[in-house]
Structure formats: structure tokens, C-alpha cells
Nanobody, 118 residues
Framework: VQLVESGGGLVQPGGSLRLSCAASGFTLRNYVMSWYRQAPGKERELVARISSAGGSTNYADLVKGRFTISRDNAKNTVDLQMNSLEPEDTAVYYC????????????WGQGTQVTVSS
């Protein structure tokens, strides 16, 4: 089982990044997928979540209207499009998979760094 994030980097305020999470070793369509982030000195927080079939999404208030989560179960990928980035969005972003029935089955990626700075 593996979740591998990519797409992080350094971007100026107001810019955009697209994060991608590639899943392997399990059937993605059976999992609720989420993106979390953790800034230095802060707790990990939920950024966005998408249901197993992709019909429902939830966002943290701080990113609503700026971030969009999407998934492609056929390609085993989950993306996070981030627009209008702010310095406060600087964090390590993690991909999470949680089984849609057995919530104790839970996987994490290694994280990808996003830095928003001029």
C-alpha cells in the first residue's frame, strides 16, 4: 500500500499549484480521500475531503473558493488544485485514504512541501 504525493514547491503569493496523490496497492474507489496539511509548530489539519465516488466534497473554511479536490478512480489519483495561494498556506501537505466502511483502515503519504513566499 502506498500513497505518493507530488507537485509541491515554492510559489509566490497569488500563484497556483496542483498537488497529486498516486495510490497503489489498494482499490481507491473504496476509500474516502483527503488532503491534510501541517505547518511548523501547528497541528495537522484537514484541508479537503472527497467521497469514495467523488460526488461529495468538503473544504476547510480557510480554503473554500480557492482549493478544489478531485479524484480519478480509474487512474488511482487524487488531486488538489490550489489557487490564490497565501503565505498562510505554507505547510507540508499529506494525502490520506480512509476506508469508506472500516474507518480504522487508514493510510498516509509522506507529504509534499508547499511554500508560499515572495
Amino acid at each position: 500500500v502506498q500513497l505518493v504525493e507530488s507537485g509541491g514547491g515554492l510559489v509566490q503569493p497569488g500563484g497556483s499549484l496542483r498537488l497529486s496523490c498516486a495510490a497503489s496497492g489498494f482499490t481507491l474507489r473504496n476509500y474516502v480521500m483527503s488532503w491534510y496539511r501541517q505547518a511548523p509548530g501547528k497541528e495537522r489539519e484537514l484541508v479537503a475531503r472527497i467521497s469514495s465516488a467523488g460526488g461529495s466534497t468538503n473544504y476547510a473554511d480557510l480554503v473554500k473558493g480557492r482549493f478544489t479536490i478531485s479524484r480519478d478512480n480509474a487512474k488511482n489519483t487524487v488531486d488538489l488544485q490550489m489557487n490564490s495561494l497565501e503565505p498562510e498556506d505554507t505547510a507540508v501537505y499529506y494525502c490520506n485514504a480512509r476506508h469508506r466502511i472500516s474507518s480504522g483502515i487508514d493510510y498516509w503519504g509522506q507529504g509534499t512541501q508547499v511554500t508560499v513566499s515572495s
